[in-house]
Protein backbone atom coordinates (compact mmCIF):
# COMPACT_ATOMS: atom_id res chain seq x y z
CA UNK A 1 0.00 0.00 0.00
CA UNK A 2 1.40 3.41 -1.37
CA UNK A 3 2.12 6.31 1.73
CA UNK A 4 -0.47 8.62 2.55
CA UNK A 5 -0.64 11.52 5.49
CA UNK A 6 -3.88 11.51 7.57
CA UNK A 7 -5.71 14.85 6.59
CA UNK A 8 -8.36 16.77 9.08
CA UNK A 9 -9.73 20.20 8.59
CA UNK A 10 -13.21 21.41 8.06
CA UNK A 11 -11.61 24.96 6.64
CA UNK A 12 -9.11 23.35 4.39
CA UNK A 13 -9.25 21.06 0.88
CA UNK A 14 -8.26 17.88 1.19
CA UNK A 15 -8.75 17.53 -2.64
CA UNK A 16 -6.24 20.57 -3.59
CA UNK A 17 -4.01 18.87 -0.92
CA UNK A 18 -3.73 15.58 -2.87
CA UNK A 19 -2.97 17.33 -5.92
CA UNK A 20 -0.38 19.71 -4.54
CA UNK A 21 0.89 16.33 -2.68
CA UNK A 22 0.82 14.44 -5.76
CA UNK A 23 2.91 16.94 -7.73
CA UNK A 24 5.56 16.60 -5.77
CA UNK A 25 5.46 13.22 -4.81
CA UNK A 26 3.18 11.02 -7.26
CA UNK A 27 3.12 8.21 -4.55
CA UNK A 28 2.13 9.85 -2.14
CA UNK A 29 -1.73 9.99 -1.25
CA UNK A 30 -3.55 12.90 1.09
CA UNK A 31 -6.64 10.81 2.76
CA UNK A 32 -9.47 12.82 4.67
CA UNK A 33 -9.68 11.40 8.50
CA UNK A 34 -13.84 10.69 7.28
CA UNK A 35 -12.22 7.96 4.77
CA UNK A 36 -9.46 6.95 6.47
CA UNK A 37 -10.58 3.33 6.83
CA UNK A 38 -7.57 1.96 8.09
CA UNK A 39 -5.66 3.80 10.76
CA UNK A 40 -2.80 1.75 11.07
CA UNK A 41 -1.93 2.91 7.78
CA UNK A 42 -1.25 6.38 8.77
CA UNK A 43 2.62 7.47 10.28
CA UNK A 44 2.20 11.36 9.61
CA UNK A 45 -0.90 13.80 10.27
CA UNK A 46 -1.53 17.19 8.89
CA UNK A 47 -4.24 18.77 10.73
CA UNK A 48 -6.34 21.84 11.57
CA UNK A 49 -8.21 19.87 14.61
CA UNK A 50 -7.88 16.43 15.65
CA UNK A 51 -10.73 14.56 14.31
CA UNK A 52 -14.00 14.64 16.72
CA UNK A 53 -13.21 11.02 18.38
CA UNK A 54 -9.63 12.18 18.92
CA UNK A 55 -6.00 10.05 17.46
CA UNK A 56 -6.46 7.10 19.71
CA UNK A 57 -7.12 4.74 16.76
CA UNK A 58 -3.85 5.99 14.77
CA UNK A 59 -1.49 4.03 16.52
CA UNK A 60 1.47 4.30 14.42
CA UNK A 61 1.47 8.31 14.21
CA UNK A 62 5.09 9.56 14.45
CA UNK A 63 4.71 13.23 14.05
CA UNK A 64 1.85 15.81 13.79
CA UNK A 65 2.07 18.63 11.12
CA UNK A 66 -0.47 21.54 11.88
CA UNK A 67 -2.74 23.02 9.16
CA UNK A 68 -1.98 26.20 10.59
CA UNK A 69 0.86 28.89 11.81
CA UNK A 70 -0.79 28.40 14.91
CA UNK A 71 -1.04 24.81 17.20
CA UNK A 72 -3.40 26.53 20.10
CA UNK A 73 -6.67 25.18 18.25
CA UNK A 74 -4.85 21.31 18.26
CA UNK A 75 -5.59 21.20 22.34
CA UNK A 76 -1.95 20.43 23.18
CA UNK A 77 -3.36 19.14 26.33
CA UNK A 78 -5.16 15.99 24.47
CA UNK A 79 -2.98 15.72 21.70
CA UNK A 80 -0.56 12.46 21.65
CA UNK A 81 3.15 13.33 22.86
CA UNK A 82 4.73 13.00 19.53
CA UNK A 83 6.84 15.69 17.45
CA UNK A 84 4.65 18.46 16.45
CA UNK A 85 5.62 21.33 13.37
CA UNK A 86 3.29 24.38 12.66
CA UNK A 87 2.88 25.28 9.24
CA UNK A 88 5.39 28.43 7.84
CA UNK A 89 4.55 29.06 4.10
CA UNK A 90 5.36 32.47 2.05
CA UNK A 91 0.78 32.38 1.27
CA UNK A 92 -0.07 32.71 4.41
CA UNK A 93 2.51 35.44 5.43
CA UNK A 94 1.96 37.32 2.56
CA UNK A 95 -1.99 36.77 2.63
CA UNK A 96 -1.49 37.88 6.65
CA UNK A 97 0.79 40.55 5.72
CA UNK A 98 -1.84 42.27 3.18
CA UNK A 99 -4.65 42.40 5.87
CA UNK A 100 -2.28 43.62 8.12
CA UNK A 101 -1.19 46.71 5.84
CA UNK A 102 -5.06 47.15 4.51
CA UNK A 103 -6.38 47.23 8.22
CA UNK A 104 -3.81 49.94 9.00
CA UNK A 105 -4.30 51.91 6.03
CA UNK A 106 -8.01 51.88 6.23
CA UNK A 107 -7.42 53.42 9.98
CA UNK A 108 -4.60 56.12 8.74
CA UNK A 109 -6.43 57.14 5.78
CA UNK A 110 -10.18 57.94 8.13
CA UNK A 111 -11.92 54.99 5.72
CA UNK A 112 -13.63 54.01 8.85
CA UNK A 113 -15.12 57.37 9.11
CA UNK A 114 -15.35 58.02 5.85
CA UNK A 115 -17.84 54.78 5.45
CA UNK A 116 -19.62 56.07 8.63
CA UNK A 117 -20.30 59.37 6.91
CA UNK A 118 -21.44 58.30 3.51
CA UNK A 119 -24.04 55.81 4.36
CA UNK A 120 -25.08 59.04 6.15
CA UNK A 121 -24.92 60.92 3.43
CA UNK A 122 -22.27 63.03 5.07
CA UNK A 123 -19.56 65.69 3.15
CA UNK A 124 -16.86 65.44 6.00
CA UNK A 125 -13.09 66.27 5.24
CA UNK A 126 -10.03 65.27 6.95
CA UNK A 127 -6.71 66.41 6.39
CA UNK A 128 -5.00 63.59 4.78
CA UNK A 129 -2.80 62.43 7.74
CA UNK A 130 1.17 62.08 7.93
CA UNK A 131 2.63 58.82 8.76
CA UNK A 132 5.24 60.28 11.17
CA UNK A 133 2.32 61.00 13.72
CA UNK A 134 1.05 57.16 12.99
CA UNK A 135 3.58 54.61 14.29
CA UNK A 136 2.70 50.68 14.13
CA UNK A 137 2.98 48.08 16.81
CA UNK A 138 3.62 44.61 15.85
CA UNK A 139 2.83 42.37 18.77
CA UNK A 140 4.89 38.95 17.96
CA UNK A 141 7.57 40.02 15.30
CA UNK A 142 7.81 35.99 14.72
CA UNK A 143 7.50 34.77 10.71
CA UNK A 144 4.51 36.99 9.86
CA UNK A 145 4.73 39.50 12.46
CA UNK A 146 7.95 40.33 11.63
CA UNK A 147 7.23 40.51 7.93
CA UNK A 148 4.38 42.84 8.39
CA UNK A 149 6.69 44.92 10.37
CA UNK A 150 9.05 45.01 7.77
CA UNK A 151 6.65 45.72 4.65
CA UNK A 152 4.76 48.58 7.01
CA UNK A 153 8.16 50.22 7.74
CA UNK A 154 9.30 49.52 4.15
CA UNK A 155 5.61 51.79 3.66
CA UNK A 156 6.88 54.48 5.45
CA UNK A 157 5.00 54.20 8.96
CA UNK A 158 7.24 54.41 12.20
CA UNK A 159 7.08 50.89 13.27
CA UNK A 160 7.39 49.27 16.70
CA UNK A 161 8.13 45.25 17.23
CA UNK A 162 7.60 43.30 20.48
CA UNK A 163 8.27 40.14 21.02
CA UNK A 164 9.36 37.49 23.78
CA UNK A 165 13.12 37.57 22.72
CA UNK A 166 14.68 40.77 21.36
CA UNK A 167 14.57 41.05 17.41
CA UNK A 168 17.03 42.88 15.49
CA UNK A 169 14.17 43.96 12.38
CA UNK A 170 16.25 46.76 10.14
CA UNK A 171 13.57 49.97 10.56
CA UNK A 172 11.57 48.41 13.23
CA UNK A 173 12.36 49.91 16.91
CA UNK A 174 12.60 46.80 19.00
CA UNK A 175 11.14 46.00 22.73
CA UNK A 176 11.02 42.75 24.38
CA UNK A 177 9.71 40.73 27.14
CA UNK A 178 7.07 41.43 30.17
CA UNK A 179 9.33 44.75 30.71
CA UNK A 180 8.89 46.04 27.41
CA UNK A 181 5.18 45.95 27.22
CA UNK A 182 3.93 49.23 28.23
CA UNK A 183 6.49 51.32 27.12
CA UNK A 184 5.80 49.45 23.54
CA UNK A 185 2.09 50.40 23.63
CA UNK A 186 3.14 54.21 24.77
CA UNK A 187 4.24 55.00 21.26
CA UNK A 188 1.75 52.86 19.17
CA UNK A 189 -1.52 54.46 17.24
CA UNK A 190 -2.42 50.97 16.55
CA UNK A 191 -1.22 47.60 17.28
CA UNK A 192 -1.62 44.54 15.28
CA UNK A 193 -1.84 41.04 17.00
CA UNK A 194 0.29 38.27 15.52
CA UNK A 195 1.39 36.77 18.83
CA UNK A 196 0.99 33.24 19.49
CA UNK A 197 -1.53 31.88 22.17
CA UNK A 198 0.38 30.75 25.26
CA UNK A 199 -0.49 31.19 28.68
CA UNK A 200 1.43 33.70 28.80
CA UNK A 201 0.01 36.14 26.44
CA UNK A 202 -3.68 34.84 26.59
CA UNK A 203 -5.58 37.95 27.89
CA UNK A 204 -2.60 40.59 26.96
CA UNK A 205 -4.68 43.24 25.49
CA UNK A 206 -6.95 43.75 28.52
CA UNK A 207 -7.96 47.05 30.10
CA UNK A 208 -4.53 47.93 31.29
CA UNK A 209 -2.51 47.52 28.34
CA UNK A 210 -5.12 49.30 25.98
CA UNK A 211 -4.74 52.21 28.99
CA UNK A 212 -0.85 52.48 28.11
CA UNK A 213 -1.66 53.28 24.82
CA UNK A 214 -2.78 57.22 23.55
CA UNK A 215 -6.18 58.22 23.24
CA UNK A 216 -7.38 57.53 19.88
CA UNK A 217 -5.89 54.26 19.48
CA UNK A 218 -6.79 51.39 17.33
CA UNK A 219 -6.41 47.68 17.71
CA UNK A 220 -6.26 44.84 14.60
CA UNK A 221 -6.03 41.45 15.97
CA UNK A 222 -5.30 38.60 13.44
CA UNK A 223 -3.52 36.47 16.34
CA UNK A 224 -6.16 34.47 18.53
CA UNK A 225 -9.18 35.70 19.73
CA UNK A 226 -8.06 34.74 23.41
CA UNK A 227 -5.30 37.26 22.92
CA UNK A 228 -8.08 39.86 23.88
CA UNK A 229 -10.44 40.69 26.99
CA UNK A 230 -13.29 41.35 25.25
CA UNK A 231 -15.19 43.07 28.12
CA UNK A 232 -12.47 45.13 28.52
CA UNK A 233 -11.63 46.32 24.32
CA UNK A 234 -15.70 47.17 24.95
CA UNK A 235 -15.42 49.26 27.72
CA UNK A 236 -12.37 51.27 26.31
CA UNK A 237 -14.11 51.60 23.22
CA UNK A 238 -17.12 53.31 24.90
CA UNK A 239 -15.23 55.33 26.78
CA UNK A 240 -13.64 56.36 23.16
CA UNK A 241 -10.08 55.87 24.79
CA UNK A 242 -9.94 53.10 21.57
CA UNK A 243 -11.05 54.31 17.91
CA UNK A 244 -11.64 51.07 15.97
CA UNK A 245 -10.93 47.95 16.39
CA UNK A 246 -10.59 45.04 13.62
CA UNK A 247 -10.45 41.67 14.49
CA UNK A 248 -9.93 39.06 12.43
CA UNK A 249 -10.34 35.88 15.72
CA UNK A 250 -12.45 36.17 17.91
CA UNK A 251 -13.20 34.21 21.67
CA UNK A 252 -15.93 32.47 20.20
CA UNK A 253 -16.12 31.82 16.42
CA UNK A 254 -18.56 32.47 14.54
CA UNK A 255 -19.62 35.60 17.00
CA UNK A 256 -22.51 35.17 18.30
CA UNK A 257 -25.03 37.65 16.88
CA UNK A 258 -25.78 39.26 20.20
CA UNK A 259 -22.31 39.45 21.43
CA UNK A 260 -21.46 43.24 22.26
CA UNK A 261 -18.74 43.14 19.72
CA UNK A 262 -20.67 42.52 17.30
CA UNK A 263 -22.88 45.38 15.08
CA UNK A 264 -21.04 48.25 16.34
CA UNK A 265 -20.06 51.05 13.61
CA UNK A 266 -16.45 51.19 15.47
CA UNK A 267 -15.59 47.36 15.12
CA UNK A 268 -15.31 45.36 11.74
CA UNK A 269 -15.02 41.50 12.41
CA UNK A 270 -13.96 39.53 9.70
CA UNK A 271 -14.48 35.85 9.93
CA UNK A 272 -10.85 34.39 10.86
CA UNK A 273 -9.97 34.91 7.10
CA UNK A 274 -6.86 36.61 7.14
CA UNK A 275 -4.15 34.14 6.60
CA UNK A 276 -4.67 31.59 3.13
CA UNK A 277 -2.20 28.83 3.09
CA UNK A 278 -2.32 27.54 -0.75
CA UNK A 279 -1.29 23.73 -0.93
CA UNK A 280 0.85 24.26 -3.97
CA UNK A 281 3.62 26.23 -2.33
CA UNK A 282 3.10 24.75 1.34
CA UNK A 283 2.84 21.12 0.25
CA UNK A 284 6.92 21.01 0.59
CA UNK A 285 7.03 22.00 3.71
CA UNK A 286 4.78 19.33 4.77
CA UNK A 287 6.53 16.55 2.82
CA UNK A 288 9.87 17.43 3.79
CA UNK A 289 8.28 16.97 7.93
CA UNK A 290 7.17 14.12 6.99
CA UNK A 291 10.21 12.58 5.32
CA UNK A 292 11.96 13.70 8.59
CA UNK A 293 9.71 12.38 10.89
CA UNK A 294 9.92 8.21 9.16
CA UNK A 295 13.78 9.54 9.09
CA UNK A 296 14.07 10.05 12.57
CA UNK A 297 14.97 13.66 12.10
CA UNK A 298 13.79 16.83 13.95
CA UNK A 299 11.21 18.27 12.36
CA UNK A 300 11.31 21.82 10.60
CA UNK A 301 9.20 24.90 12.85
CA UNK A 302 8.62 22.52 15.50
CA UNK A 303 6.63 23.68 18.66
CA UNK A 304 8.56 23.92 21.76
CA UNK A 305 5.80 22.40 24.06
CA UNK A 306 6.65 23.84 27.13
CA UNK A 307 6.95 27.56 25.22
CA UNK A 308 3.03 26.58 23.96
CA UNK A 309 4.66 27.85 20.19
P1 LIG B 1 5.89 32.66 15.23
O1 LIG B 1 6.07 31.54 16.19
O2 LIG B 1 6.91 32.83 14.14
O3 LIG B 1 5.78 34.03 16.03
C1 LIG B 1 5.15 34.11 17.27
C2 LIG B 1 5.55 35.42 17.91
O4 LIG B 1 4.93 35.50 19.20
C3 LIG B 1 7.08 35.52 18.14
O5 LIG B 1 7.52 36.81 17.81
C4 LIG B 1 7.20 35.27 19.62
O6 LIG B 1 8.34 35.87 20.24
C5 LIG B 1 5.94 35.93 20.12
N1 LIG B 1 5.64 35.50 21.48
C6 LIG B 1 5.26 34.28 21.93
N2 LIG B 1 5.13 34.30 23.27
C7 LIG B 1 5.43 35.56 23.66
C8 LIG B 1 5.51 36.20 24.92
N3 LIG B 1 5.23 35.54 26.07
N4 LIG B 1 5.84 37.51 24.96
C9 LIG B 1 6.13 38.19 23.82
N5 LIG B 1 6.09 37.62 22.58
C10 LIG B 1 5.75 36.33 22.52
O7 LIG B 1 4.43 32.48 14.60
P2 LIG B 1 3.82 33.06 13.25
O8 LIG B 1 4.32 34.43 13.04
O9 LIG B 1 4.00 32.09 12.16
O10 LIG B 1 2.25 33.09 13.64
C11 LIG B 1 1.82 33.88 14.72
C12 LIG B 1 0.37 33.60 15.08
O11 LIG B 1 -0.51 34.16 14.11
C13 LIG B 1 -0.03 32.12 15.10
O12 LIG B 1 0.35 31.53 16.33
C14 LIG B 1 -1.54 32.20 14.95
O13 LIG B 1 -2.15 32.26 16.21
C15 LIG B 1 -1.77 33.50 14.21
N6 LIG B 1 -2.29 33.28 12.87
C16 LIG B 1 -3.56 33.71 12.55
C17 LIG B 1 -4.05 33.56 11.28
C18 LIG B 1 -5.37 34.13 10.88
O14 LIG B 1 -5.88 33.77 9.82
N7 LIG B 1 -5.94 35.02 11.65
C19 LIG B 1 -3.27 32.89 10.23
C20 LIG B 1 -1.94 32.52 10.64
C21 LIG B 1 -1.50 32.69 11.92
P3 LIG B 1 9.82 35.41 19.78
O15 LIG B 1 10.03 36.11 18.45
O16 LIG B 1 10.71 35.97 20.83
O17 LIG B 1 9.82 33.93 19.68
C1 LIG C 1 -3.30 29.75 11.51
C2 LIG C 1 -4.65 30.27 11.27
O1 LIG C 1 -2.89 29.61 12.68
O2 LIG C 1 -5.12 30.19 10.11
O3 LIG C 1 -2.59 29.45 10.52
O4 LIG C 1 -5.27 30.79 12.18
Request: include cysteine; glycine fraction near 8%.
Amino acid sequence: MSQAILFCSDLDDPVAWHAAVQALRPDLSVIDWKDADDPERFEFALLWKPPPQGLGAFTRLRAIQSLGAGVNQLDLSTLPDLPLARLTDPSLTDTMTDYAVAATYRYFRSFDRYERNSRARRWDYVFAPSKADFPVGVMGTGVIGGNAARTLAALGFPVRGWSRSPRTIPGVESFSGPEGLIPFLEGCRLIVNVLALTEETRDIINRQTLSAMPKGSYVVNIGRGAHVVEEDLVAMLDSGHIAGATLDVVQTEPLPEDHPLNGRDDVLITPHCAGGIDPRTAAAAVIENMERALSGRPLLNAVDRARGY
